[in-house]
């Protein structure tokens, strides 16, 4: 009897044993940080908040980023598609029995809905996706009530139908803000959508499964995914302040460290050293960073004004003490990396503060004015000293720089307005084209607005739209180039200052991670494979 009672306890044993080294290799929960609260979970309603729309659902295509640094669009949820001799017609075919993480199939009606809503949504922030389809203006002005440029043949193949040809039309559809959306689910889901986790239903690797206002996210992986399985299968979010991360990653307590919003001494004296030096990954930003200057607000309106204020930046001094120098200076609107990059643009923007003063002295202002430079509370510390460094910069010239901080929401609202003097900008692409930044900013009189420079020439504003469509790549790319020359060089309507590396550090139960290919502080969370 002994000996049978061996062999159970024994059997037992070995099953505990099992069963806690499952559990322990099961645990798949992937542990990162968020700076700030987010505002919606909506991609339609935000330029600025896509951690869900990134992981919670798909796009038609996606960007892939190559061992070079290049980057090339390749098929999501489009199975294949063509393009007409003219550039204007785009045909589709979506893959098989794709559905969104409640079991509802996708089909060629969530594809108008999601562009027909980004045209009608009262609020919308992302009609600039949308507006160069055929029929948008009118769905825009109410004029018609469906978009008569995209033609749905079944549940799967659809035509989309172009004003003029656009060469980044794929990558456009590649961006979060162009996400597809179930028209079921939005319909039942109604104020709840974006909003309620369990209503923001989409056909993406997660699941959205918490939102505690003020303390994070939670997601779970979706099981009903048609693509590959991730490797994390639960992402806890917390909300932290930088200080806050920086002791939760050394505690262990975090996976993936985004190192851009720590101090850069922080970051050279703890993480770039030996103790961490093979867990650094690091990434181009391909975006810019820059001053924005509103010409609606005296006496930024004076283009010899905005060449003093431009000549007045030490940009070389603050990208060596601020950032430690990770990064390049840039002197357009093209970053390194963005394609439509030009040399020809680039190494005329020197620091000159007796040039400076002598602009304006010329222009009328040799006892100097006072400004105003806006901050967002929940910038990182970077952006703050950066903001600092550049008040004082004005100030040796004159300029009396008073620096307003503004919590996040009112900021972006000032912003919005079009009555903001001065601000600290950072664009990073949404797709790599050219017309992903140039338009953003100066392609109509609503954006230039809306991103508070209120640039002028109307004649610029023009050229830009008409930019896009361009059949001709080589002749496309030389009136970028043009179009850069005139913005920055010649009206100054914005100071050029620098694009940065992105550096992240991981945890030793991460096995690789690949950021997200414009160096964003979102990333795709399959782009995380965990030991």
Same mark, same amino acid.
């Given at each position: 009897?002994?000996?049978?009672?061996?062999?159970?306890?024994?059997?037992?044993?070995?099953l505990?044993?099992s069963?806690?080294?499952?559990?322990?290799?099961?645990?798949?929960?992937?542990?990162?940080a968020?700076?700030?609260?987010?505002?919606?979970?909506?991609?339609?309603?935000t330029?600025?908040?896509?951690?869900?729309?990134?992981?919670?659902?798909?796009?038609?295509?996606?960007?892939?980023?190559?061992?070079?640094?290049?980057?090339?669009?390749?098929?999501?949820?489009?199975?294949?598609?063509?393009?007409?001799?003219?550039?204007?017609?785009?045909?589709?075919?979506?893959?098989?029995?794709?559905?969104?993480?409640?079991?509802?199939?996708?089909t060629?009606?969530?594809?108008?809905?999601?562009?027909?809503?980004?045209?009608?949504?009262?609020d919308?922030?992302?009609?600039?996706?949308?507006?160069?389809i055929?029929?948008?203006?009118?769905?825009?002005?109410?004029?018609?009530?469906?978009?008569?440029?995209?033609?749905?043949?079944?549940?799967?193949?659809?035509?989309?139908?172009?004003?003029?040809?656009f060469?980044?039309?794929?990558?456009?559809?590649?961006?979060?803000?162009?996400?597809?959306?179930?028209?079921?689910?939005?319909?039942?889901a109604?104020?709840?959508?974006?909003?309620?986790?369990?209503?923001?239903?989409?056909?993406?690797?997660y699941?959205?499964?918490?939102w505690?206002?003020?303390?994070g996210?939670?997601?779970?992986?979706?099981?009903k995914?048609?693509?590959p399985?991730?490797?994390?299968?639960?992402?806890?979010m917390?909300?932290?302040e930088?200080?806050?991360?920086? /002791? &939760?990653?050394?505690?262990?307590?975090?996976?993936?460290?985004?190192?851009? =919003? +720590? $101090?850069s001494?922080?970051?050279? *004296?703890?993480?770039?050293?030996?103790?961490?030096?093979?867990?650094?990954?690091?990434?181009?930003r391909?975006?810019q960073?820059?001053?924005?200057?509103?010409?609606?607000?005296?006496?930024l309106?004076?283009?010899?004004?905005?060449?003093?204020?431009?000549?007045?930046?030490?940009?070389?001094?603050?990208?060596?003490?601020?950032?430690?120098?990770?990064?390049?200076?840039?002197?357009?609107?093209?970053?390194?990396g963005?394609?439509?990059?030009?040399?020809?643009?680039?190494?005329w923007?020197?620091?000159?503060?007796?040039?400076?003063?002598?602009? /304006? &002295?010329?222009?009328?202002?040799?006892?100097?004015?006072?400004?105003?430079? =806006? +901050? $967002?509370?929940?910038?990182?510390? *970077?952006?703050k000293?950066?903001?600092?460094?550049?008040?004082?910069?004005?100030n040796?010239?004159?300029?009396?720089a008073?620096?307003?901080?503004?919590?996040?929401?009112?900021?972006?609202?000032?912003?919005?307005?079009?009555?903001?003097?001065?601000?600290?900008?950072?664009w990073?692409?949404?797709?790599?084209?050219?017309?992903?930044?140039?338009?953003?900013?100066?392609?109509?009189?609503?954006?230039t607005?809306?991103?508070?420079?209120?640039?002028?020439?109307?004649?610029?504003?023009?050229?830009?739209?008409?930019?896009?469509t361009?059949?001709?790549?080589?002749e496309?790319?030389?009136?970028?180039?043009?179009?850069?020359?005139?913005?920055?060089?010649?009206?100054?309507?914005f100071?050029?200052?620098?694009?940065?590396?992105?550096l992240?550090?991981?945890?030793?139960?991460?096995?690789?991670?690949?950021?997200?290919?414009?160096?964003?502080n979102?990333?795709?969370?399959?782009?995380?494979?965990?030991?």
């Amino acid at each position: 009897m002994k000996k049978k009672y061996m062999w159970i306890f024994l059997f037992i044993a070995i099953l505990v044993l099992s069963g806690c080294g499952k559990s322990e290799s099961a645990d798949k929960t992937l542990h990162l940080a968020l700076n700030a609260e987010i505002v919606t979970m909506d991609a339609h309603k935000t330029t600025n908040d896509y951690i869900v729309p990134m992981n919670v659902f798909d796009t038609l295509f996606a960007m892939k980023k190559n061992d070079d640094g290049s980057t090339e669009i390749v098929n999501s949820l489009v199975d294949k598609y063509d393009i007409s001799e003219d550039g204007l017609t785009y045909h589709f075919t979506l893959k098989d029995d794709i559905v969104f993480s409640d079991g509802t199939p996708m089909t060629s009606h969530d594809v108008k809905f999601t562009f027909e809503r980004i045209l009608t949504l009262p609020d919308s922030a992302q009609t600039d996706c949308a507006i160069i389809i055929d029929g948008a203006q009118d769905l825009l002005d109410g004029k018609e009530h469906s978009l008569r440029g995209i033609t749905i043949e079944d549940e799967k193949n659809f035509s989309i139908k172009l004003l003029s040809p656009f060469a980044g039309f794929t990558a456009l559809l590649s961006t979060p803000s162009t996400v597809i959306y179930s028209e079921k689910l939005v319909a039942e889901a109604g104020e709840d959508f974006g909003v309620v986790p369990e209503k923001t239903i989409g056909s993406g690797p997660y699941i959205i499964k918490e939102w505690n206002r003020g303390s994070g996210l939670v997601f779970e992986y979706n099981p009903k995914y048609w693509g590959p399985e991730p490797s994390a299968k639960r992402v806890e979010m917390k909300i932290m302040e930088p200080q806050v991360m920086n /002791l &939760a990653f050394q505690k262990g307590d975090l996976d993936v460290l985004d190192c851009m =919003y +720590l $101090d850069s001494a922080i970051v050279k *004296s703890t993480y770039k050293t030996d103790t961490y030096k093979d867990k650094i990954v690091s990434t181009d930003r391909i975006g810019q960073n820059f001053l924005m200057l509103n010409e609606n607000i005296e006496p930024l309106g004076n283009v010899q004004v905005r060449k003093a204020i431009c000549q007045a930046i030490d940009r070389e001094s603050i990208l060596n003490t601020i950032y430690d120098g990770d990064g390049k200076l840039e002197d357009g609107i093209f970053t390194t990396g963005c394609i439509g990059h030009s040399d020809n643009n680039q190494g005329w923007l020197k620091y000159d503060p007796e040039a400076a003063k002598k602009l /304006l &002295a010329d222009a009328g202002y040799a006892d100097g004015f006072d400004m105003d430079l =806006y +901050l $967002d509370s929940t910038a990182n510390d *970077s952006v703050k000293n950066t903001i600092q460094a550049i008040a004082e910069n004005l100030n040796s010239i004159g300029i009396h720089a008073n620096i307003n901080t503004m919590d996040h929401a009112s900021y972006l609202d000032l912003r919005n307005s079009g009555e903001m003097s001065a601000y600290f900008a950072l664009w990073l692409l949404d797709f790599n084209d050219p017309d992903n930044i140039i338009y953003t900013f100066f392609g109509s009189k609503d954006n230039t607005k809306l991103r508070s420079n209120n640039y002028s020439d109307e004649s610029v504003i023009e050229r830009v739209a008409a930019a896009k469509t361009i059949v001709d790549e080589n002749e496309r790319l030389k009136e970028y180039e043009a179009l850069e020359k005139k913005l920055s060089q010649d009206d100054a309507a914005f100071v050029p200052l620098f694009s940065l590396k992105h550096l992240f550090v991981v945890s030793d139960r991460i096995e690789s991670f690949s950021p997200h290919w414009a160096g964003w502080n979102d990333i795709y969370f399959d782009k995380v494979t965990m030991k």
